[in-house]
């Protein structure tokens, strides 16, 4: 059995079959960028006002000016100012030639084509944004693995980027084991449980901007997993089972991927929930053997799966999803293996919840992420930091 940190190092060091594609930006959102991005444009491209007011050329001593016409938004007017005249401008107008300061209209008296102020409320080169300060045709604007945010998209938009040359999303398949398993809506019979891991793992696709997702359900049945991994390895990237990674009768994930020629990176962990954890790669595919608990699952997305599907994503900081937090109470750790622990955050500090059994999910209902305390560590004193790994 390898510890947690080894298991991560392992992962990390994959060279992923990573592809780039070119998107238009209103379906950029969420995913990162796999260029850098330039400019197009000066921003602003023109001299423009910042405020709804008069423009006009700044001398000293200045308190009042004569009105000579009117410039709006969009407006491609040429007008060219004289000293001692002003124009009436609006936000966004662009500035007319020879003037270089704006005033505010609520600073101002108007007096039929006049306008009247005090010599302190101007300045030069007041509330006008020259062309080229945001940024200049050609300029770097953002980075190769940048996030596409709402904020970034604007950006974009601002500077005449159309598209942007990103990483491909993995596509992935769901392959959910168990005779037991029955999906929401279905009547429970003796024995039988409910579907919790499918759509937990749908959920925390979604998180990562991964929408269409193949999920299968196979029987503990040999063939039906062998051939359902075939299958989902034909059309995925990565396949994620949950179920049948241990070591009963009715398991076989270990029989499947070697049937399939896998090739096992890994299998078993220093760590609980989620000891049982196998992967394997063919041909830059990936196949994740969850185990099956719902909190192993949990566990384990989150610690080994997310950061791999987000370094594919292009993030270049997915396996240090971490910060470190206090720990409100002291935790006395029984067993020699990496734990990762419910727990919710709390006035800046982490709480361990009640009920950390795997099969448990009350405290996954509660939890704002988890904790993590190494496999070397005894005993956590109450305000000791520690790495927590928010949802
Ligand atoms: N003799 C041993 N037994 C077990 C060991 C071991 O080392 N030796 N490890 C235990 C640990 S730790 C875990 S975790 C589980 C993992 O088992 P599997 O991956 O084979 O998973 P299953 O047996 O199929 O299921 C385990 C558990 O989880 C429930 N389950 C499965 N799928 C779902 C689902 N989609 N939604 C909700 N719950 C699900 C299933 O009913 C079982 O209760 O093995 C231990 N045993
Ligand atoms: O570690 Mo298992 O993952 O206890 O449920």
Same mark, same amino acid.
């Given at each position: 059995?390898?510890?947690?940190?080894?298991?991560?190092?392992?992962?990390?060091?994959?060279?992923?079959?990573?592809?780039?594609?070119?998107?238009?930006?209103?379906?950029?959102?969420?995913?990162?960028?796999?260029?850098?991005?330039?400019?197009?444009?000066?921003?602003?491209?023109?001299?423009?006002?910042?405020?709804?007011?008069?423009?006009?050329?700044?001398?000293?001593?200045?308190?009042?000016?004569?009105?000579?016409?009117?410039?709006?938004?969009?407006?491609?007017?040429?007008?060219?100012?004289?000293?001692?005249?002003?124009?009436?401008?609006?936000?966004?107008?662009?500035?007319?030639?020879?003037?270089?300061?704006?005033?505010?209209?609520?600073?101002?008296?108007?007096?039929?084509?006049?306008?009247?102020?005090?010599?302190?409320?101007?300045?030069?080169?007041?509330?006008?944004?020259?062309?080229?300060?945001?940024?200049?045709?050609?300029?770097?604007?953002?980075?190769?693995?940048?996030?596409?945010?709402?904020?970034?998209?604007?950006?974009?938009?601002?500077?005449?980027?159309?598209?942007?040359?990103?990483?491909?999303?993995?596509?992935?398949?769901?392959?959910?084991?168990?005779?037991?398993?029955?999906?929401?809506?279905?009547?429970?019979?003796?024995?039988?449980?409910?579907?919790?891991?499918?759509?937990?793992?749908?959920?925390?696709?979604?998180?990562?901007?991964?929408?269409?997702?193949?999920?299968?359900?196979?029987?503990?049945?040999?063939?039906?997993?062998?051939?359902?991994?075939?299958?989902?390895?034909?059309?995925?990237?990565?396949?994620?089972?949950?179920?049948?990674?241990?070591?009963?009768?009715?398991?076989?994930?270990?029989?499947?991927?070697?049937?399939?020629?896998?090739?096992?990176?890994?299998?078993?962990?220093?760590?609980?929930?989620?000891?049982?954890?196998?992967?394997?790669?063919?041909?830059?595919?990936?196949?994740?053997?969850?185990?099956?608990?719902?909190?192993?699952?949990?566990?384990?997305?989150?610690?080994?799966?997310?950061?791999?599907?987000?370094?594919?994503?292009?993030?270049?900081?997915?396996?240090?999803?971490? +910060?470190?937090?206090? !720990? /409100? *109470?002291? $935790?006395?750790?029984?067993?020699?293996?990496?734990? &990762?622990?419910? @727990?919710?955050? #709390?006035?800046?500090?982490?709480?361990?919840?009640?009920?950390?059994?795997?099969?448990?999910? +009350?405290?996954?209902? !509660? /939890? *704002?992420? $988890?904790?993590?305390?190494?496999?070397?560590?005894? &005993?956590?004193? @109450?305000?000791? #930091?520690?790495?927590?790994?928010?949802?």
């Amino acid at each position: 059995m390898i510890g947690v940190a080894e298991a991560k190092r392992i992962l990390g060091q994959l060279n992923l079959p990573r592809r780039k594609i070119k998107i238009p930006i209103s379906q950029a959102l969420g995913y990162f960028l796999a260029e850098p991005v330039f400019s197009k444009i000066n921003v602003p491209s023109f001299d423009n006002s910042a405020m709804d007011g008069y423009a006009f050329f700044w001398q000293e001593n200045l308190n009042s000016l004569r009105i000579k016409g009117e410039i709006s938004a969009g407006s491609t007017m040429n007008l060219e100012l004289k000293n001692g005249e002003a124009v009436r401008i609006f936000t966004g107008a662009p500035m007319p030639k020879g003037a270089d300061s704006v005033i505010m209209q609520e600073k101002v008296e108007r007096k039929g084509d006049e306008i009247f102020f005090d010599s302190s409320e101007v300045e030069k080169g007041k509330h006008v944004r020259y062309q080229g300060s945001q940024c200049r045709a050609g300029d770097r604007i953002a980075e190769e693995g940048s996030k596409i945010t709402p904020g970034m998209v604007s950006l974009l938009a601002s500077v005449g980027v159309e598209h942007v040359e990103v990483w491909e999303f993995p596509g992935i398949s769901l392959i959910i084991t168990g005779n037991e398993i029955k999906d929401l809506g279905e009547e429970l019979n003796p024995g039988q449980i409910y579907n919790a891991n499918g759509p937990a793992l749908e959920s925390w696709l979604r998180q990562l901007g991964i929408w269409q997702v193949n999920q299968i359900k196979v029987r503990d049945e040999k063939e039906a997993v062998i051939q359902g991994l075939k299958e989902a390895m034909e059309s995925s990237d990565l396949v994620i089972f949950t179920g049948g990674i241990s070591v009963g009768d009715y398991d076989f994930v270990k029989e499947a991927v070697e049937a399939n020629q896998v090739q096992e990176l890994f299998y078993k962990l220093k760590q609980r929930p989620g000891k049982p954890l196998y992967v394997g790669q063919k041909a830059g595919k990936l196949v994740f053997g969850l185990p099956g608990n719902p909190g192993s699952v949990l566990s384990c997305f989150m610690q080994y799966v997310k950061p791999l599907i987000r370094t594919w994503q292009g993030e270049p900081t997915a396996w240090e999803a971490y +910060i470190k937090v206090p !720990l /409100a *109470d002291d $935790f006395e750790k029984k067993i020699p293996l990496t734990q &990762f622990l419910k @727990a919710e955050m #709390k006035e800046e500090k982490a709480y361990i919840l009640q009920g950390q059994e795997s099969f448990n999910l +009350i405290a996954f209902g !509660l /939890a *704002d992420g $988890f904790v993590e305390i190494p496999e070397e560590i005894e &005993f956590v004193q @109450a305000g000791e #930091k520690v790495k927590f790994f928010p949802w």
